[in-house]
């Protein structure tokens, strides 16, 4: 997986969810506030459950996934553009 990958939509972006959930956390507002890591886990778990439910024609529910995402981004005080310091492991 390239963990140096860009969008235009940072929220589209699994991997930058994953560091959150992973505990990985450089951001200093991140710092300052982490709520339980099971609320980051079940909406997480919730996104997946429904983009692997999806059949290959179907269209996404893109504005149920995208305010999923950023509610979770709003209580974790973070934006979905600050910087991340992703380490791969060795």
Do not use: F
């Not at 778990?45 to 305010?67: D, H």
């Amino acid at each position: 997986m390239n963990t140096q990958a860009t969008s235009s939509y940072a929220w589209a972006l699994p991997q930058h969810l994953a560091t959150l959930a992973s505990g990985v956390h450089t951001s200093p507002s991140l710092l300052r506030v982490k709520p339980p890591d099971a609320a980051i886990s079940e909406t997480l778990q919730e996104y997946l459950k429904v983009v692997m439910a999806l059949k290959y024609e179907e269209k996404p529910p893109y504005t149920a996934l995208r305010n999923s995402l950023e509610a979770l981004l709003q209580d974790l005080r973070v934006s979905a553009y600050d910087p991340l310091d992703l380490q791969m492991a060795p």
